[in-house]
């Protein structure tokens, strides 16, 4: 009796229901348009693929601090943790560590020219393998000068001092024969690059010359120096380039 009785109203409620599906699949549908085609339009510049953490956030840049033409800018951090193999050697020894990086960069606000500066440090202390302790450091400097319309002359100069870390085949773990702390070495750089550009053909020339001096050390275990003076070098490049701009943001470099 109640499926005769519903007969007149059964049409009706199929046909809400096909016509609630039906709007349900197209409203889906648009909003799968809009989600896919928003990118293609608005993110054009941005590759989809892109990192996140890679991409440029001007508005999280530090301000600096002013000084006349030039600005500051400090930075401070420090961490620590462990490290189950200190001297990466094929048994491993653990220790605990604390690290700090301390840097400061002064850029100027000129109208004409640029210049930079760039000091940076990182300091690692041990808990017990007060061997491995090391302060690393470098200083670099960018010059830019505007000679004339079109034509920039660009000089640079760095100086450092770095430690090799433990395992290196030249630096040693902590086998016998091998250094008994890591190996301090200090590299100093100079180059020189002049550039002119014609409409769309860009041409640069330049040459570098770096020289790095590694400090002699001693043996585990004995008091055996090991001379690295065979290592010290220097190293002296030349370069010339032609580069031209097809359009916009690609470059032919020939």
Request: with cysteine.
């Amino acid at each position: 009796m109640g499926r005769a009785e519903g007969t007149d109203e059964g049409p009706a409620i199929r046909l809400g229901v096909e016509l609630g599906r039906f709007i349900l699949a197209a409203a889906s549908a648009c909003m799968l348009f809009a989600v896919l085609g928003t990118p293609a339009s608005a993110g054009s510049r941005e590759s989809a693929a892109s990192d996140v953490y890679a991409r440029m956030r001007p508005e999280y840049d530090p301000n600096g601090i002013r000084m006349s033409t030039l600005t500051l800018y400090p930075t401070l951090s420090s961490g620590g943790g462990v490290n189950s193999n200190v001297f990466n050697a094929p048994v491993g020894t653990q220790d605990y560590f604390y690290s700090m990086n301390l840097g400061a960069q002064v850029k100027s606000d000129w109208s004409r020219h640029k210049f930079s500066l760039d000091a940076r440090s990182h300091s690692v202390w041990y808990s017990n393998q007060v061997t491995e302790n090391r302060n690393d450091w470098s200083l670099d400097t960018d010059l830019t000068l505007d000679i004339m319309r079109g034509t920039e002359l660009r000089l640079e100069g760095s100086m450092a001092t770095y430690h090799e870390v433990r395992g290196m085949s030249h630096a040693g773990g902590a086998l016998p024969g091998d250094p008994d702390a890591p190996t301090e070495y200090s590299t100093n750089l100079a180059s020189v690059v002049l550039e002119h550009t014609f409409n769309r053909l860009r041409l640069s020339a330049g040459g570098s010359w770096q020289n790095l001096d590694y400090v002699d050390g001693q043996t585990i275990g004995t008091a055996l120096e090991i001379n690295n003076d065979d290592r010290d070098r220097s190293e002296m490049r030349y370069f010339g380039k032609a580069a031209f701009d097809v359009w916009g943001d690609t470059k032919e470099n020939r």
